[in-house]
């Protein structure tokens, strides 16, 4: 699924993940994404655990089979980002999105979220949801200028003694 817009001039498309080849491209995103953004954040045990769980190929064979839309996020074919999303009751949870630094700040994330946003009212979403890294400073601000709001806090317990210590971000959507 491609998301042309004739009126939008934006170099950016987004395409659904169609074979194993967009897995390994979001795979090997993962990888360079987390070992650089979030070196500040965690420790690298559990950078490596987490892309091991959460942003291998298998890790997202799993999600997709549970419902998971994943999709790239490319300028001129080259994957720059990825993001999935799953539809829960009238809540779309924006699982990942996630955007190459090179390409931070110039559109790309936020021609992204524009699309969720779209495909969430297609769903008969009424909110957006999502949790973030509380000590993901960057992250945090842009969700908060794309319209999100703090709700709450959660800590989850991960395995191998590491926890996910996160906001909770919510965007009503009107009608």
Not at 14 to 40: G, P
Not at 43 to 61: C, D, P
Not at 85 to 90: S, V, Y
Request: net charge positive.
């Amino acid at each position: 699924m491609k998301n042309k817009n004739s009126n939008n001039p934006s170099p950016f498309s987004i395409t659904s993940f169609a074979s194993d080849n967009d897995i390994r491209a979001a795979e090997a995103l993962a990888k360079k994404i987390w070992r650089n953004h979030y070196k500040v954040i965690l420790s690298h045990e559990q950078i490596e655990f987490m892309l091991r769980r959460f942003q291998s190929m298998a890790a997202m064979k799993e999600q997709i089979d549970a419902g998971y839309h994943y999709y790239l996020v490319s300028d001129r074919q080259k994957a720059l980002g990825y993001f999935s999303f799953q539809l829960r009751g009238q809540e779309l949870f924006l699982s990942k999105i996630y955007i190459d630094a090179d390409y931070r700040g110039k559109g790309a994330g936020f021609y992204a979220f524009d699309f969720i946003e779209k495909q969430a009212l297609k769903l008969g979403a009424t909110a957006i949801t999502l949790t973030v890294n509380r000590h993901n400073s960057s992250a945090l601000a842009t969700y908060q200028r794309w319209g999100m709001v703090i709700t709450g806090e959660l800590v989850t317990d991960i395995g191998n003694g590491f926890v996910m210590d996160d906001y909770c971000l919510e965007k009503q959507l009107g009608n």
